[in-house]
């Protein structure tokens, strides 16, 4: 059940003194200014924490303008009264979560111990009454990796559906031109007012940076200090970064790699190339509709796809030694990635990404990458592969019909309240560089380097939050600026701990998700093992205790001894490769796995004695036995031992 809350009178005070006040300058007028509302809080947010609604007019400076619900969050100090002041957050993009952050904060007892956190929705979010998702067009987009046309061509689709979307918005009498960067920045600053902080801390991540260092320049007197997780700075071409974030990555994980994996950008390169000249197909399930469709990838969805692979570190792992293996030609390596992609795209509201970025974004950025030509050749630049989800917003936002925010909002004014700036070396859309560029917007600040977090973020990493947690308890005291916890926990995969093959990963995934239909013949096979070798051992045991013969009832359980061996032995070597790499079975399973098959191989001649002993109960369990140990050798083979 939800928990009600009571809003803080002190909020309440603030509120009531400012509707009677009337217009203050530098805020809309009386009946545009901002309200609070109590609400339940949602399940799974920690017991002390109390909810509210802040309520905003979609249009600041429209009389007429509808008003919008945006959900808030706030996670007292544990230790009352607070020893510090409140730390308020975002989500880190479109559609994800606006609270896992707050949430994260709140249970580090150095932060959450002594300082209220604070979390408020984004306007145009799932969350807010007046939400800019469009599932249809999201649809389509991942439908785009079903077609092998050019990825401008692929986007017309996508374009109808996010049109006939914002067109019912619009009908609802939503203002599509108010959800900007500089209008999410004054929703913060209002909830600041209404809450009645005097000054609070902002807690910026990715995409949100740039809303924070909006709030910083705009509020300044209501800023203490600033974090800035994954930054990005507002006058930023994030279409050039993000290409040049995705070569940098590539780069650091190849020289991480100890020379093992020597030059991953020109692999992905090959593979590209590979693609785009025969693009490859098989299985996906969209997330949007859960159907399953036939893909067929170019070189740009196999871009795309390696691109977002990188933002878990974990999974980042798997990417050097897959790469390889794609560049080799051995294409299908890259099915048992292409489900886990999407369904991390699914999590981003994509038409809220692309409304937002055709505003502040999009009209700002720089064109899609050529191949270089030769000093002095009159041969036209061919386009390089692209990340799909940027020549969307370029093939989408002209249809719209949205203008460009106003120049002005990218113009920085260097802030001076002390700031603390994370950035991964192999962040895959944001590169080290731009991150540590930041310090001219912020000039009393620091740079802590990430090593290996890729998007995961200092949330990830123990060292990171280390360094958080210092800081915030004496904003500007110097902290380490390398944390290498990600790097060292998440190496790439080495080719010579890995049997090739994308099947397996099927098996984990039912495992994962107790899909016991994908895993019949495994169940039938341990159930059947695991009840004849108990039968077997009791037998063993009371003939032993008889003082009865028991040679031939010995050679009889080399069956189902070896049957619970195998059984036995593969999880310990799968479970044993997924502890020290979650991603592992994404590119194979162990080189030892294989071998296993020889258990299978000495049961399965160990049904011989079986026959031997004579009666019709000994041939029904040899028989039943020789089609269970065929069936589960025959599936091993093909999911674990023929490479693929």
């Known amino acids: 059940m939800g928990r009600r809350i009571t809003v803080p009178i002190a909020a309440a005070a603030v509120l009531a003194a400012f509707i009677l006040s009337g217009p203050v300058l530098g805020q809309p007028p009386a009946a545009q200014a901002a309200t609070i509302a109590e609400r339940s809080c949602e399940d799974g947010l920690p017991d002390r924490a109390v909810c509210g609604t802040l309520t905003v007019p979609e249009t600041r400076g429209d009389p007429a303008s509808r008003a919008i619900d945006l959900p808030y969050v706030v996670i ?272 981003t509201s994509l038409a809220q990404y692309w409304v937002e970025a055709c505003r502040d974004e999009q009209p700002f950025w720089s064109p899609d990458p050529l191949e270089p030509v030769a000093e002095g050749s009159d041969e036209e630049p061919t386009p390089k592969p692209v990340l799909t989800y940027l020549t969307a917003a370029d093939q989408l936002c002209g249809p719209l019909g949205l203008s460009a925010s106003a120049g002005e909002t990218r113009t920085i004014v260097p802030q001076q309240q002390p700031a603390l700036i994370f950035g991964s070396d192999t962040d895959p859309l944001i590169p080290l560089a731009v991150v540590q560029s930041g310090t001219s917007s912020f000039p009393n600040s620091q740079v802590v380097t990430l090593q290996g977090a890729g998007r995961a973020g200092v949330i990830a990493d123990p060292c990171g939050m280390d360094q958080l947690a210092a800081w915030l308890g004496q904003p500007g005291t110097p902290v380490e600026t390398t944390c290498s916890d990600l790097a060292e926990a998440n190496p790439a995969i080495s080719a010579d701990d890995v049997h090739p093959t994308s099947r397996f990963d099927s098996v984990v995934t039912a495992v994962e998700r107790q899909e016991p239909f994908q895993l019949t013949i495994p169940l039938i096979f341990g159930g059947f093992a695991g009840l004849w070798f108990l039968g077997w051992l009791i037998t063993v045991i009371v003939q032993a205790l008889r003082r009865e013969s028991i040679g031939l009832l010995i050679a009889t359980g080399i069956a189902p001894v070896t049957g619970v061996a195998f059984l036995a032995a593969l999880w310990v070597t799968v479970s044993s490769a997924l502890a020290s790499s979650p991603a592992f079975t994404l590119v194979g399973v162990p080189t030892v796995t294989p071998w296993l098959g020889i258990l299978l191989g000495v049961g399965f001649l160990g049904i011989i004695p079986v026959w031997r002993l004579g009666g019709r109960a000994a041939a029904s369990l040899a028989a039943a036995a020789t089609i269970v140990w065929l069936g589960m050798i025959v599936w091993f083979v093909w999911v674990a031992v023929l490479p693929s």
Request: aromatic share 6%; proline share 6%.
């Open 76 to 347: 007292p100090a544990e230790t009352q009264p607070p020893t510090g002041t409140p730390v308020v957050t975002m989500a880190g993009g479109p559609g994800q979560s606006s609270t896992a952050i707050a949430e994260a904060l709140a249970a580090d007892p150095r932060i959450g111990g002594g300082r209220d956190i604070v979390a408020l929705a984004q306007r145009g979010s799932l969350e807010s009454s007046a939400p800019l998702d469009c599932p249809a067009a999201s649809a389509a987009y991942v439908d785009t990796f079903t077609d092998d046309s050019s990825p401008a061509a692929e986007m017309t689709t996508v374009a109808a559906e996010l049109k006939e979307c914002l067109t019912a918005f619009a009908e609802q009498g939503g203002n599509v031109s108010a959800y900007t960067r500089t209008d999410t920045a004054a929703d913060l600053v209002e909830l600041r007012s209404v809450l009645a902080y005097p000054t609070w801390t902002l807690f910026g991540d990715s995409w949100s940076t740039k809303v924070m260092q909006s709030v910083a320049m705009t509020d300044t007197a209501g800023v203490d200090a600033v974090v800035l997780n994954a930054f990005s700075p507002i006058d930023r071409d994030i279409k050039g970064d993000a290409y040049a974030a995705l070569e940098n990555a590539l780069r650091t994980l190849s020289e991480r790699s100890g020379g093992e994996y020597a030059d991953l950008n020109t692999d992905l390169a090959d593979t590209a190339a590979l693609f785009s000249d025969e693009p490859v197909n098989g299985l996906l399930t969209n997330p949007f509709t859960n159907r399953q469709r036939y893909y067929s990838l170019t070189g740009s969805d196999a871009v795309t796809i390696v691109q977002q692979a990188l933002y878990d570190p974990e999974t980042a792992a798997a990417v050097p030694y897959l790469l390889q293996r794609l560049a080799d030609g051995k294409t299908d390596a890259l099915n048992t990635i292409v489900d886990p992609v999407l369904m991390n795209l699914s999590r």
